[in-house]
């Protein structure tokens, strides 16, 4: 049974730094692409970053493109997301998710496995 599990959130200002981790069990994680989504309370949930199984070309959202930046090493089977110059409109919950089949898909309803989420809150 896969599971990912998120860790790394917390209360930041705005401007700083944050780095997310994701960890991926039950599966050999190399087979599966990796996104982060997040969502902001009353707000969908939003794609932020992903990256292909063989830890290159990573991809992002517009919102993100620049101050984020997406990892993994599927040695440890964990991912990252570095973020970088913090804005309050970062605020929300982050999740990482996997699937097997899709490739830089921003829809969540085609990612197969997610985390539970952690909060991240940035404050100006």
């Known amino acids: 049974q896969v599971m990912l599990a998120e860790s790394g959130g917390g209360l930041v200002q705005a401007g700083d730094s944050l780095t997310l981790s994701c960890s991926f069990s039950?599966?050999?994680?190399?087979?599966?692409?990796l996104g982060w989504f997040r969502q902001a309370l009353g707000k969908e949930r939003e794609f932020v970053a992903g990256?292909?199984?063989?830890?290159?070309?990573?991809y992002y959202a517009d919102s993100v493109n620049v101050r984020f930046t997406v990892s993994r090493d599927n040695n440890k089977n964990m991912a990252y997301l570095q973020m970088n110059n913090l804005k309050p409109d970062d605020t929300a919950v982050y999740y990482c998710?996997?699937?097997?089949?899709?490739?830089?898909?921003?829809?969540?309803?085609?990612?197969?496995?997610w985390g539970q989420g952690t909060q991240v809150t940035v404050s100006s």
């Open positions: 998710a996997a699937d097997a089949y899709n490739t830089h898909s921003t829809n969540p309803d085609t990612y197969e496995y």
């Open positions: 039950g599966r050999p994680f190399s087979y599966y692409y």
């Open positions: 990256i292909r199984r063989s830890a290159r070309d990573p």
